[in-house]
């Protein structure tokens, strides 16, 4: 079964800086990939996907996320973060057209330091 | 475009109880998932309705089950609920199959059970 593995429970970062939030993914073929966000008390909300194409995917809030299939990897980045990116992420991978349930990574839960 | 609406947000069962929890898709998905959030256990696919009927099924007990409704609305129903079962259940809904499938979340039902 496909599984993604996150990096680091906790990540801190202070305003400013550059955001890294690691996810490798297990899987034999180029599955689908995404990266979600979740806001105290609040469902989950799309930040970025991978299908097929190019590589480098944007998404919103300025975060970006770069599939390298050499290292099985998917990572999140934001060149500066802000306050209010202080959150919980989560990568999660599907892994086919015929199938809808996603499987999420532990979470990556970040904070932004003033 | 309403978005995914899952009521209620809140629940207080007793153990023992059963409990049902709604999910209104958004306006022309047909597919409804089912996804328990725990902080032991993460996100975990509970099950997924399309068209009337269960197409996925996660790995849980079969005190979970679930149905969908002609106008693709979902109900979760737990019976003789454990202490385990506190989590935030999250609904998400998507279109059609395809490369570009997303799932839509709604902001979850906390269940605590007591």
């Known amino acids: 079964a496909q599984s993604v593995t996150q990096l680091g429970s906790h990540v801190s970062v202070s305003e400013g800086a550059l955001v890294l939030l690691r996810c490798n993914y297990s899987?034999?073929?180029?599955?689908?990939l995404f990266w979600y966000v979740q806001y105290p008390n609040q469902g989950l909300q799309l930040l970025l996907k991978?299908?097929?194409?190019?590589?480098l995917v944007k998404g919103i809030n300025g975060f970006e996320a770069e599939f390298k299939k050499s290292e099985t990897s998917f990572h999140l980045t934001k060149p500066s973060a802000h306050m209010s990116d202080a959150a919980e992420y989560f990568c999660?991978?599907?892994?086919?057209?015929?199938?809808?349930?996603?499987?999420f990574g532990s979470g990556t839960r970040l904070q932004v330091q003033p | 475009k309403a978005g995914v609406t899952q009521t209620p947000r809140y629940l207080i069962k007793t153990r023992g109880q059963q409990v049902t929890l709604s999910c209104s898709p958004i306006?022309?998905?047909?597919?409804v998932s089912w996804y328990q959030q725990t902080p032991g256990q993460g996100l975990q696919f509970l099950f997924e309705?399309?068209?009337?009927?269960?197409?996925n099924k996660g790995n849980f007990p079969g005190r979970f089950s679930g149905r969908q409704f002609s106008n693709s609305r979902s109900e979760m129903n737990v019976s003789t609920l454990e202490l385990g079962d506190s989590a935030l259940y999250l609904c998400?809904?998507?279109?059609?199959?395809?490369?570009?499938?997303?799932?839509?979340f709604g902001q979850g039902t906390r269940l605590t059970v007591v």
């Open positions: 998400a809904s998507s279109g059609p199959l395809g490369e570009n499938t997303e799932a839509f």
């Open positions: 899987s034999s073929v180029p599955p689908y």
């Open positions: 991978y299908t097929t194409g190019a590589t």
């Open positions: 999660a991978v599907r892994p086919d057209t015929g199938r809808r349930a996603l499987t």
């Open positions: 306006s022309g998905h047909r597919s």
């Open positions: 309705y399309f068209s009337e009927t269960q197409r």
